[in-house]
């Protein structure tokens, strides 16, 4: 039921911002669905853990005829570089640092970076350095709910060490509210295919580990922690205002 209510809140403001005029000639409330891609750095507490990694997700945005954002955000957390993969499973291994699965065979095992961090969002577009009333750079503030962990994935579960309930024991779940500054610049055409927004964001998680027991550490090893992105980010944005009106002089 909640899915609908937020359905329907999306489709009533976009029906608000269907009284759109020409988005190259006045400034007008326009909806927005955008699509992203981020490239980021790890920092504080998340360098020790992690190396560079990416975002992909979505957001919706409503931004007024004044330039005021408000809006929803969702971004999935992937990497392939875990640092010191060594320890994860160090006493499970043999000598040589391989994992016995069930069978007595070395267990093909693989260790990712995996997480989210959800969002509202709070901002500004500017009417300055654009193409039109619409276009321009603008900043936002996000605050939400960061998770990200250690994802263990053993082929064909051969590994019951290291599978199902297991895997947490070894998968360093980490959660706790994040913030996000954006800096950026907004592209609106007359036709939906060509918006677009890119800039520069800076992802502050002051998180702690969730895990009651680390089996590496032999502890719950759950200290506050400040998880730190920096990187890049591009979207395409939909606009769902209706079709904009063309007028025609005749002299």
Not at 16 to 25: C, F, G, L, W
Not at 31 to 52: E, L, Q
Not at 108 to 129: C, D, H, M, P, S
Not at 203 to 221: K, L, W
Request: net charge positive.
């Amino acid at each position: 039921m909640k899915i609908k209510y937020l359905l329907f809140l999306i489709y009533t403001i976009a029906a608000y911002s269907v009284s759109a005029q020409n988005v190259r000639d006045t400034s007008i409330n326009i909806s927005m669905v955008s699509f992203h891609y981020s490239f980021h750095n790890p920092g504080g507490d998340m360098a020790d853990r992690f190396g560079v990694s990416s975002t992909v997700g979505g957001d919706f945005v409503f931004k007024t005829q004044n330039g005021f954002l408000f809006g929803l955000d969702y971004s999935f957390i992937f990497g392939e570089k875990v640092l010191n993969k060594e320890s994860y499973f160090h006493g499970i291994q043999n000598s040589k640092g391989y994992v016995i699965d069930g069978n007595g065979m070395l267990a093909e095992t693989y260790i990712y970076e995996r997480g989210f961090n959800a969002a509202v969002i709070l901002g500004k577009q500017f009417n300055i350095w654009n193409l039109n009333p619409n276009s321009g750079p603008f900043v936002q503030l996000h605050a939400g709910y960061m998770q990200h962990y250690a994802r263990i994935e053993n082929p064909y579960k051969t590994a019951p060490q290291i599978n199902g309930e297991y895997a947490k024991l070894y998968d360093r779940l980490t959660t706790g509210f994040s913030m996000t500054e954006f800096v950026g610049y907004r592209f609106m055409g007359n036709h939906r295919l060509w918006n677009f927004y890119a800039g520069f964001e800076f992802v502050q998680g002051f998180t702690q580990g969730r895990r009651s027991y680390n089996v590496d550490a032999m502890s719950a090893q759950n200290p506050r922690r400040i998880d730190l992105l920096s990187g890049v980010r591009i979207g395409w944005v939909v606009p769902l205002y209706g079709k904009t009106k063309q007028e025609f002089y005749y002299y």
